[in-house]
């Protein structure tokens, strides 16, 4: 199993930034491919962004630009800098990593930007 706990979300004017963290547990997370989704309320949860165990990142068209995932192995820990934040930003944050088939998921984390 893979436990994955986020933080960092809060209340933030818009074109503020935050940095988003997932940390997960396990010896084995170095070696995950793992991302970032969310879900504005009443919508459903889209992605938002990825990185794979070797480093390679992928976003979706509406943050490119603007967010950057990283990762630190050695903290099991992986982040999302978001700066230039909107108010469709708005939503609960969750990261997401699949294991021998399952996907796993964090509870979340709330971001609300204010216009």
């Known amino acids: 199993q893979v436990q994955l706990v986020e933080s960092g979300g809060g209340l933030v004017q818009a074109g503020g930034s935050l940095r988003l963290s997932c940390t997960g547990s396990g010896s084995r997370f170095r070696f995950l491919g793992l991302a970032w989704y969310r879900q504005a309320p009443g919508k459903q949860r889209d992605f938002v962004a990825a990185?794979?165990?070797?480093?390679?990142?992928h976003y979706s068209d509406s943050v490119k630009d603007r967010f950057t995932v990283s990762r630190d192995d050695d903290k099991n820990t992986m982040y999302l800098q978001m700066n230039g934040l909107k108010p469709e930003d708005t939503a609960v944050y969750y990261c997401n990593t699949n294991r021998g088939g399952w996907d796993y998921w964090g509870k979340g984390t709330l971001v609300t930007v204010s216009s």
């Open positions: 990185i794979a165990s070797g480093g390679s990142t």
